[in-house]
């Protein structure tokens, strides 16, 4: 049953590079008089997704969600004002599952503390704890 379940997982991980491959096209395009191109290639961006889907490959919502080893690999920590540290801050990659296992680990950046935010929060300490005497 489990040959059943997981057989096509070698033709989904493939299908996978095709779909980071339009990726990076679409964001290399340089010129804007490229439109119908870029539809055609958005189009069949969406239908590879779409024939991932009924076969139970699902994009692993990463950004802005707690690291977890499990289903991200980070690549990198960066410090940002948006996230959490911790926190996923940036997908160079998309992950991916398949059915209940792990096809593909999201590459992602990880938020760290902002240094002037926790220079600035080391001040406002010191300056409570000299009052506070």
Same mark, same amino acid.
Request: aromatic share 6%; hydrophobic share 35%.
């Given at each position: 049953?489990?040959?059943?379940?997981?057989?096509?997982?070698?033709?989904?991980?493939?299908?996978?590079?095709?779909?980071?491959?339009?990726?990076?096209?679409?964001?290399?395009? +340089?010129?804007?008089?490229?439109?119908?191109?870029?539809?055609?290639?958005?189009?069949?961006?969406?239908? @590879?997704?779409?024939?991932?889907?009924?076969?139970? @490959?699902?994009?692993?919502?990463? $950004?802005?969600?707690?690291?977890?080893?499990?289903?991200?690999?980070?690549?990198?920590?960066?410090?940002?004002?948006?996230?959490?540290?911790?926190? @996923?801050?940036?997908?160079?990659?998309?992950?991916?599952?398949?059915?209940?296992?792990?096809?593909?680990?999201? $590459?992602?950046?990880? +938020?760290?503390?902002?240094?002037?935010?926790?220079?600035?929060?080391?001040?406002?300490?010191?300056?409570?704890?000299?009052?506070?005497?």
């Amino acid at each position: 049953m489990e040959s059943n379940k997981y057989g096509v997982q070698p033709l989904a991980r493939e299908i996978l590079n095709v779909v980071d491959n339009f990726d990076r096209a679409l964001s290399s395009k +340089s010129d804007c008089n490229e439109n119908a191109l870029e539809e055609g290639v958005i189009l069949i961006q969406k239908e @590879v997704l779409s024939i991932l889907e009924k076969f139970n @490959v699902k994009k692993i919502n990463a $950004l802005g969600e707690d690291f977890d080893a499990n289903i991200h690999q980070a690549m990198f920590e960066k410090e940002s004002k948006e996230y959490k540290p911790g926190q @996923v801050c940036e997908i160079v990659q998309e992950g991916y599952s398949f059915h209940d296992r792990l096809l593909r680990p999201a $590459l992602v950046g990880i +938020s760290k503390e902002n240094v002037e935010e926790k220079e600035e929060k080391n001040e406002e300490d010191k300056d409570i704890e000299n009052n506070s005497k």
